[in-house]
């Protein structure tokens, strides 16, 4: 067998797999769905799933990460030198996101999911947060040390309150769109950031 053919029967495999513990996650909730339910939903043997991941909360980490990759790129086409003019855009496609993959997002933020995959979403907001407040301190020829605060303290902030919004849009089910959600993001979430970094910014800056 080629290694392309292995490789697409790989995805096939883990595509099936991840299909199956969201359905079941929806349908039993998290702590009830067993290795052997996964496997016989997705048509599979458990040591098929064995050979791919160490455990269920394993299979729905990895699911989350191929999510955030496909998002990462979408991102990545957006980013531009001046940080401003995208980071509103980037919210809104944030909550596009989650709009595209509500039924995974419901079980992790719900309750269903473990706290791990709550806080892996937490950490890779802060991670993304992070690199844009130093790329902006680096545009306004400031140095990370003279910040006020310590930039992963503030990104932590930054990762916790975007989770809690998204977090609320999915029990109100959708109530407003992506794109008010990113303004509304915009709105709570920078103000703050911004008044720290006003000093280095004698011109103004609207949006960080």
Known sequence: MTTNKLDRRVQRTRRALSKALIELIL???????????????????????????????????????????????????????????????????????????KDLYRVIMGGQGSTAVRTRIRDYIAAQSAHRIRKRLEQLGASESSFPLSVDFVSTYVGGSLLALITQWLEDDGGHSAAMMGKISERLILRGIQSLLEPYDREGFPRL
Do not use: P
């Open 27 to 101: 349908e039993k909730g998290y702590d009830a769905v067993r290795i052997q339910d996964i496997a016989e939903r997705a048509n599979l043997r458990a040591a098929t799933l064995y050979l791919h991941y160490r455990n269920k909360e394993d299979l729905l980490l990895n699911t989350l990460e191929t999510m955030f990759d496909d998002l990462v790129e979408t991102l990545q086409s957006l980013q531009q030198d001046d940080v401003g003019e995208t980071v509103h855009q980037e919210f809104k496609l944030v909550f596009r996101h989650v709009q595209d993959n």
